[in-house]
């Protein structure tokens, strides 16, 4: 890590001891990294709220294979957009139930209408769109 600086802050003592909890349960090490991911988390969504930047991000779609022209019509949506599909998984869950997940990037405001295409498609069980960035302009 490049400069550091340090600060305080004042907090309700409440507060802080749920803050701790929380940051004990997620194997944090100390106050100081779980605030530096509080605040990279709020700047990607910032990023993600401007629409034009670099985003990436995972389409998980759960639907029945044996609906008619579903696999056909996802795989349609996934072409059609070829330069925003980076990598596709395919997992068979049980005789009749698939999950695929997509792995996309471009512009955030790209990438959310694709995901509501593949989600909003008809026949599909369960989906949702995971974001995130490229890290570019993160410290």
Known sequence: MSDLARFGISIDDRLLKR???LIAEKGYGNRSEAIR??????LVEEQWARGEEETVGTVTLVYNHHTRDLADKLTEHQHSH???????LHVHLDAHNCLEVVVVRGPAREVKRLADELIGTKGVIHGKLVTTTTGAGLP
Do not use: C, K, Y
Request: proline content about 0%; charged content about 30%.
């Open 82 to 88: 070829h330069d925003a599909i980076v990598s596709a």
């Open 37 to 42: 991911d509080l605040i990279r988390n709020a």
């Open 19 to 21: 803050f701790d909890e």
